[in-house]
Structure formats: structure tokens, C-alpha cells
């Protein structure tokens, strides 16, 4: 079974600073996907970014970057310049099977990251 | 951008009554839907696969018969939590996926609250 770990429960970081956010999976399938959602107080879950097994470079969003070391089975999330919009919890987690098309993800614990003014 | 949206916020309900979940996808197909569960300071838990037109599937330890999932069209699949017991408060989350799969959107989730 694939298994998605966050080891950080909790991230303090000053604004403007970078920070980077733990992700280590397990899996034995050649073919994965990686994401990457925040959630805010509100609830809701934002995709952030992806990460295809497959893909040469590392995927970037605008401020998101996904720091992704296939041997290491690392796919740690970068967020350049914080701001303090970005304070939420953060969720990393694995395509589980391909089911008609769709993806059926597997989440790690979460990191809440809080951005200090 | 695609939109998935679900209704409604929050609710508040008796023990013994059933709540009716419903997750939409505004402009966008979905012939398969996700329904998640998440308890406080946790992570999201996948309850079922909703599949428009069939039987959902559901995971392991989610019982068939307290969350009755009907997936009717492209666009709509409901969650009803049925007979609500304390133990059933929660946050709930459905998601689809769009071209593909590669992206799965989320909705705005229901917090279920049983008295």
C-alpha cells in the first residue's frame, strides 16, 4: 500500500522568509503522482501543485515549488517569499490507483504552517 | 477555473435524523466523485468512490448502509449520513477530478454537527 508521511506538525516562520515543508512517500508502483493542497481555516482543500513520477523537472506554481528527489522518495514543498495569507495547513498526498480516469489520493498528516509578521 | 461546489457549509442535526450531502460539478463532467472525512486536527480520510450511473465503492471499515452515496448524474453525487449519531460529526469533503484526473477539485466542504 502507498503511505504518504508528513513528519513537521507544526512549521513557525517568519514573513518573507522561504520554507519548506516535509514530504517522504513509499511506494512500489513506477507511476505515481504528487500533490500538494492547502486548507485553510475555512476547510477548504486548494491545490497547490503536481508532480508526475515521471516528469525531469521539478514542477513550479508561481511562489510553489516541489523540491522532488525520486531516490529519496522526497517531495518536499518550497513556498518562496511567505506571506501571511499563507498560514493554513498544508497536505501532501499520493495518486492512490487510477480508477475511470480519476485519481483517488492518499494524504499524509498535514503540517499547519503559521507566518509570523 | 473548474469549480466543485457542496452543500451545505455546515449543519446541525438531531441524533436519529439523516442529513443529505451534495457535491456539484459547475462546469465540468464528472463520472467519478470523491467523498472524504476528516476529523479535528486530522488528516483527510477517503470514505468512497461515487461512479455516476453505478454503485459506489466504498473503502474499508465505511459502513454501506450509514452513508448512502447516489452518484444520478455527470454532475451531482450525495452523501446521506443516515440515522446521525454523535460519532458521526465531522467534516466532510467530496472531490472531483477534471480532464483527466490529473487535478482533483475540492469542495467547500459540510461540517456535520449531531446533537
Known amino acids: 500500500a502507498q503511505k504518504i508521511t508528513q513528519t513537521q506538525p507544526g512549521m513557525f516562520v517568519q514573513e518573507k522568509e522561504a520554507v519548506t515543508l516535509d514530504c517522504t512517500y513509499d511506494t512500489s508502483d513506477p507511476s505515481y503522482g504528487l500533490f500538494w493542497y492547502k486548507q485553510p481555516s475555512s476547510g477548504e482543500m486548494i491545490f497547490l501543485i503536481y508532480q508526475g513520477s515521471y516528469d525531469q523537472q521539478n514542477a513550479t506554481e508561481g511562489r510553489y515549488s516541489l523540491n522532488f528527489q525520486k531516490a529519496r522518495k522526497s517531495a518536499n514543498l518550497v513556498i518562496s517569499a511567505s506571506q501571511l495569507g499563507d498560514s493554513a495547513m498544508y497536505f501532501c498526498?499520493?495518486?492512490?490507483?487510477?480508477?475511470?480516469?480519476?485519481?483517488?489520493?492518499?494524504f499524509g498528516q498535514g503540517t499547519r504552517l503559521t507566518i509570523n509578521p | 477555473g473548474a469549480v466543485v461546489s457542496q452543500h451545505p457549509s455546515w449543519v446541525i442535526c438531531k441524533s436519529g435524523t439523516s442529513v443529505k450531502i451534495e457535491c456539484r460539478s459547475l462546469d465540468f463532467q464528472a463520472t467519478t466523485m470523491f467523498w472524504y472525512r476528516q476529523f479535528p486536527k486530522q488528516s483527510l480520510m477517503l470514505m468512497a468512490t461515487s461512479n455516476e450511473g453505478s454503485k459506489a465503492t466504498y473503502e474499508q471499515g465505511v459502513e454501506k448502509d450509514k452513508f448512502l452515496i447516489n452518484h444520478a448524474s455527470l454532475t451531482l453525487s450525495t452523501l446521506t449520513v443516515t440515522s446521525a449519531h454523535p460519532e458521526d460529526s465531522s467534516f466532510y469533503i467530496c472531490?472531483?477530478?477534471?480532464?483527466?484526473?490529473?487535478?482533483?477539485?475540492f469542495g467547500s466542504g459540510t461540517q456535520l454537527s449531531v446533537l
Open positions: 498526498a499520493m495518486r492512490d490507483e487510477l480508477i475511470q480516469g480519476a485519481q483517488k489520493l492518499v
Open positions: 472531490s472531483a477530478p477534471h480532464r483527466g484526473g490529473e487535478k482533483l477539485f
